[in-house]
């Protein structure tokens, strides 16, 4: 079946290190995001990619850093300059050509700060 | 802009009561509505969706009809189960281009026995 993949599902970083969170999708999806959800707030748009090799900032992409080198994969990391990262992060997936359909969201990748 | 606004919750209810849970938006042009179920720990699944005025979105039992006149989604439900209980999140899409969906705060919802 198609979707997408986070991993790992729980992390804990260490003051100052940075973290690298993944997100695979095979549902040949052009257009992937990446949101941050803190309880109480919703969802906020950190990263988005429209094609391979190119993405935007969103509202938050301060302390974050994206890359996207293949169609399937738009792995974030999570800088020693996002001071407080402790969140819930959530990867999604559309087909551009098909906005009416939504996003596929992952199943999400709790980070916590140690 | 874009901007979805939803009731504050949390809202509990007991077993086979009705839902509501309001959604009001702003929009520039002629958005898709949907709305999202997050439940604990886990990602958001599409509950329903309309893609124009007067459309109805439906499943499992949730129903939302888009509003144009009033800019409104507002989600029901004729008899909840505890099953139900999540955080539901509306939401519009940005038909201008850039293909991002503006979501609302989120409404918690608990059903008890």
């Known amino acids: 079946d198609g979707g997408i993949t986070q991993s790992p599902k729980y992390l804990f970083r260490k003051e100052g290190q940075n973290v690298t969170l993944s997100c695979e999708q095979n549902?040949?999806?052009?257009?992937m995001y990446w949101y941050r959800q803190d309880p109480g707030q919703g969802l906020r748009l950190i990263y988005y990619?429209?094609?391979?090799?190119?993405?935007q900032k969103g509202d938050i992409a301060e302390g974050y850093s994206v890359s996207r080198e293949k169609k399937e994969s738009f792995p974030l990391t999570v800088t020693s300059a996002q001071k407080n990262p402790t969140a819930f992060y959530l990867c999604?997936?559309?087909?551009?050509?098909?906005?009416?359909?939504?996003?596929?969201f992952g199943s999400g990748t709790r980070l916590t700060v140690v | 802009g874009n901007s979805v606004t939803q009731m504050e919750g949390p809202v509990t209810l007991s077993e086979e009561a009705f839902l509501t849970i309001n959604c009001t938006y702003t929009?520039?042009?002629?958005?898709?509505l949907f709305w999202y179920v997050q439940y604990p720990g886990e990602g958001l699944q599409l509950l329903l969706k309309a893609t124009k005025a007067d459309d109805k979105g439906s499943n499992k039992g949730f129903e939302a009809t888009y509003r144009k006149e009033t800019t409104s989604f507002h989600l029901e439900k004729g008899s909840v189960q505890v099953s139900d209980s999540a955080v539901y999140f509306c939401a519009l899409s940005d038909q201008g281009g850039a293909n991002n969906l503006f979501f609302g705060t989120g409404t918690r919802l608990t059903v008890i026995p």
């Open positions: 999604a997936s559309s087909n551009d050509r098909q906005a009416n359909y939504g996003y596929t």
């Open positions: 549902l040949n999806h052009d257009a």
């Open positions: 990619s429209q094609i391979v090799n190119d993405f």
């Open positions: 929009a520039t042009g002629y958005p898709s």
